[in-house]
């Protein structure tokens, strides 16, 4: 009697421990050891069953076979398995993304595509973008009420995006205000500090026109540069 697809239980929610297994070893597979040999299955290939769907097909490098026989193990991969499970290598939730029940086209296609080459049966067909959306389809309302409902909901969601957005915008106009006064404050001081340069530069061009004050000034300087010498009294 041949098994039905719902006779392999490839995933059971209970033992969810939030990580996978994604490699052992030098192994890019998950090596299994039987009673007569071994295998491998591939843990890219898995996330499908751990409900982490693939948004396209997985590289070459990913896609590893290995399997031996004990009693033609040439090369020692038994050891190499016991070896490998030493070293685990696991990824979580953060590293695997969002859990979904999505099947993508570019990976149902790449599915079938390998199926035919090694003539295995698929029950799909080619170009199935009708059935594999990239994004879940929205419940239209089937009743007048949930119509209603609906529409009373995307109204209240409006109404709240739109009290959000003069909010900004009055927040925004506050704030043009005050940088306007601040530049037009900053525009009054230049200008009274000009005001005073001029009134220097003014001050300071009589000065020089004067010829009692400037011979004052002569004087003033002559005298503070003047030492005395050793004919001065008392020194």
């Known amino acids: 009697m041949s098994l039905a697809p719902t006779d392999v239980v490839w995933y059971n929610p209970v033992y969810d421990a939030g990580t996978i297994i994604d ?22 290939l898995a996330r499908r069953q751990f409900g982490y769907p693939l948004k396209r097909k997985p590289l070459g490098i990913h896609i590893e076979r290995m399997y031996y026989h004990n009693q033609s193990d040439s090369k020692g991969m038994r050891d190499q398995v016991v070896r490998a499970w030493h070293t685990i290598h696991r990824k979580g939730s ?9 099947a993508y086209e570019t990976y149902t296609q790449w599915i079938i595509d390998e199926a035919a080459k ?61 940088i306007a006064l601040q530049q037009h404050a900053l525009q009054q001081k230049e200008q009274k500090i000009l005001e005073l340069v001029g009134m220097v530069q ?20 002559a005298g503070s540069c003047s030492y005395p010498d050793d004919s001065t009294p008392g020194v």
């Open 23 to 44: 490699s052992c070893g030098e192994f890019n597979n998950v090596p299994l050891l039987g009673i007569r040999g071994g295998i491998s299955y591939n843990p890219v």
């Open 94 to 102: 953060n590293q695997l993304g969002e859990k979904s029940n999505l």
């Open 118 to 178: 090694y003539k295995m049966p698929y029950p799909l067909s080619r170009y199935l973008s009708s059935t594999t959306p990239l994004q879940p389809m929205p419940i239209l309302p089937s009743t007048r009420v949930q119509y209603q409902e609906k529409m009373d909901d995307l109204s209240r969601a409006c109404d709240a995006w739109k009290t959000k957005y003069e909010k900004a915008a009055s927040e925004l106009k506050d704030k043009d205000m005050e």
């Open 202 to 221: 003014e001050k300071d061009a009589l000065l020089k026109q004067d010829p009692t004050r400037r011979k004052k000034r002569r004087d003033f300087f």
